[in-house]
């Protein structure tokens, strides 16, 4: 998920740098790798606009992610995100008012001790559900609006600052379990920012279905103590481009859901004709409010969503992304017209060996 | 300069940077095969394995992105390792899918 800093206190300069010379130290202790194991610079650019009753927001961003491999078994790995939104002044005013936010998303280490364990520790993404780890990145999904309950069991920044093991608890031809359990410390730090708790998800996979179903659940150990439960099942159909994603989540104060199903045709010409490119996209969402605490993220009354999109994908690995939502809630309903281009960059951090 | 700044210019600074030395790579872009080129059976068999791995655990969340250099498949392999929890062979198959 996204972490957005509005602030930009000055904090010690000293701080910046030694980051930046930790992600120098990184890249450089990288480079003897092999000759296919060059650091890499990817991410996602895109524009983005949003027009909310009729009010018009606009939103250039930058996500880009570093991977660099160390040895055989160590991947240093981060994310971050660079954006301006540009929105009506409102109150009937003409002109524009402009704020930017940039954020680190995620910066962690891996140990690969083998499919059955990897070892991550740092600022690593939550393991709730499937949206916040998964398809968070812009290049990634298929909306441009994450599902009303992304914010639910990701302890309000999306990250944890600590240590996660992942990895197969059972791998075999017909079905694999997978894992992943993390235990996050508090911290303040202005990037690293992170809440105590703990938690992890379990997902069982039959690859001859095609089909992935898991729960989640995580707690956090300070404050309110809230105890937070998912459950998410995936269908991709063999053989097809039909997609299939749903997720529930339920917290302490609100639960609700979304169930997202995409196609593309491959009946004229393959994925790559112009037909096929095509790729329209459906979401439906329900949240429901159990207390009058909204601490979590979610609307603070029952609200109802249905996202209706369609997305072409153009060579070089660009995307454009539009969509129509129309919001239902007693405290109004309005519509949400949705438009955004994403270019998703991949290359080597330098020349390298050849 | 605070440390949002700088930690975030480092990365927009390199990806500026790879995105130029990118334009510049000599050797031919990788991309996903669907189809191998009248290759040896072995090779056709690497060529599905590789394509098994893919579309059973890279492609449930994303779509393979259409070319890249293949000074970078390893380290985009190793990632997925992490991501998917690839076993050894996997990896190896996925990485000859990269670079049939």
Redo the contacts between chains.
Sequence with gaps: MLRLHLDLTPLASAHAFRCSIFVAAILASAYHGAAQDTPLISGGVGFFTSTNGGMTTYLPIVEPLIAAPLGQHVLIESRAALLEIFSPDGSHRPGYDHKHFIGLTYLQGDYIASRHLTLVGGDFLIPFNTYNDRLSPIWIGNFQDGPLIASLGTFSSGSGLGGMVRGYAIARNKYSIDYAYFYSVPSSNEQFSAQRGTGGRASLYLPDQRLEAGLSYDRLLQGRHENFFGAHVWWEPKDTAFRLRSEFGRGQHAQGYWVEADYRTQAFGGLDSAIGRIEPVIRMQQTFRIDTIASDGLPPVNTERADFGLDYNLPHNTRILTSYARQLSVNGNHNVWETGIVYRFLAPAWKGRQ | ????????????L??V???A??S??S?APVTAPTKPVAPANHAVQHQDDGQRVF??HC?????A??G?????????V??M??RA????Q?EEEL?RFF?P
């Design positions: 300069m605070n440390s949002k700044h700088g930690l975030c210019g480092v990365l927009v390199a990806s940077s790879a995105l030395l990118g510049q790579q050797s579309q059973q492609s449930r969340c994303h779509t992105p259409d890249f250099s293949p000074r970078i498949s390893g380290t985009i190793r990632h390792r992490v929890s690839l076993s050894g996997e990485l670079n």
